[in-house]
């Protein structure tokens, strides 16, 4: 998969005199692990979502974001491990930056390993060598259990992210589409820019 144990490739794609994303660093420690949901506004719209794994940030970039109904199958890319001090990260990664665009903190909350196999659990990152886990999100706009499952290796790795069918799962609601604010500032996208900016 895309990255290793090591933040070598987030440092490398990095110009830190230029952009404001952390270097490193953590957040507080939770009793659980934690997850996040940044919606990034870089040359298409997608959303990052990560999982703290073994001291760092798997992170998937899912284009459409994240369903609340168990029938949507949302495409997720394998991007670089981030730092976990990542996780509370939103402002303007400045044009010619890897990674250009706004970026806020749609969801975040901690999870739960769900991930079974013959009756017993799984760690997350070797579930993740394996290409399936389960996790449950406690988040604020996302709850309940989701998988993630590799469906291609090699050069084109790509994995899906699918909700539960469990009391989590909201077929008729569509948060990306109708909850578009931060969760930690409550500012848009548009907003984070603007004061960027300076306006
Ligand atoms: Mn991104």
Do not use: C
């Not at 507080?28 to 999982?51: C, E, G, N, S, W």
């Not at 699918?162 to 907003?191: F, H, M, N």
Request: glycine fraction near 12%; proline fraction near 7%; hydrophobic fraction near 35%.
């Amino acid at each position: 998969m895309a990255g290793s144990d090591t933040l070598d490739e987030y440092r490398a794609k990095r110009d830190f005199a230029r952009t404001p994303e952390p270097p490193g660093g953590r957040e507080a420690a939770a009793a659980d692990p934690i997850f996040v949901i940044q919606k990034h506004d870089a040359t298409t719209l997608h959303y990052d979502f990560r999982l703290e794994v073994d001291g760092v940030l798997k992170s998937w970039a899912v284009p459409k974001g994240p369903s609340t109904s168990p029938k949507e199958k949302r495409l997720a890319v394998p991007t670089e491990d981030h730092p976990l001090g990542y996780a509370g990260f939103e402002g303007v990664i400045p044009a010619g930056s890897y990674g250009a665009g706004t970026v806020l903190v749609w969801d975040r909350g901690t999870y739960q390993n769900l991930t079974q196999k013959s009756g017993r659990e799984v760690g997350v990152a070797e579930a993740l060598r394996q290409g399936h886990v389960s996790v449950w999100l406690e988040g604020e706009r996302v709850r309940g259990g989701y998988a993630l499952t590799r469906f291609r290796t090699g050069k084109g790795e790509a994995w899906l992210l699918v909700k539960k069918d469990d009391p989590g799962a909201e077929p008729g609601r569509d948060p990306v589409a109708t909850e578009p604010r931060s969760v930690i500032s409550g500012r848009t996208l548009e907003e984070i820019a603007a004061e960027a900016r300076g306006g």
